[in-house]
Nanobody, 123 residues
Framework: QVQLVESGGGLVQAGGSLRLSCAAS????????MGWFRQAPGKEREFVAG????????VYADSVKGRFTISRDNAKKTVYLQSNILKPEDTAVYYC????????????????WGQGTQVTVSS
């Protein structure tokens, strides 16, 4: 069992940055690949970024490639999403996700979800 708690969301102007964190509980955090998804009002939840259990592999949605960076610290049981050059279209609730072994890139593959943190980017 893994519990995930996100933090770091907020209101930022376009062009600004935010660093989201996701703290995990449970003894087996390092067995899980992690991901970030987001959901804007009226839209489906979409994949943003993912990282393997070791941190050696990462994958990004085209819409955030070059602006966002996912990382993890297994000793702290925490995964991060550094979000730079934010745009109004990045406004959404951001969810942390865990999947045993493989990076989750679609919602149906996620084993555990966090409760979400709101990111609002003003123009």
């Amino acid at each position: 069992q893994v519990q995930l708690v996100e933090s770091g969301g907020g209101l930022v102007q376009a062009g600004g940055s935010l660093r989201l964190s996701c703290a995990a509980s449970g003894r087996t955090f390092s067995r899980y690949a992690m991901g970030w998804f987001r959901q804007a009002p009226g839209k489906e939840r979409e994949f943003v970024a993912g990282i393997s259990w070791s941190g050696s592999s990462t994958v990004y949605a085209d819409s955030v490639k070059g602006r966002f960076t996912i990382s993890r610290d297994n000793a702290k049981k925490t995964v991060y999403l550094q979000s730079n050059i934010l745009k109004p279209e990045d406004t959404a609730v951001y969810y942390c996700a865990a999947r045993e072994r493989a990076i989750p890139v679609v919602s149906r593959d996620v084993d555990y979800w966090g409760q979400g943190t709101q990111v609002t980017v003003s123009s």
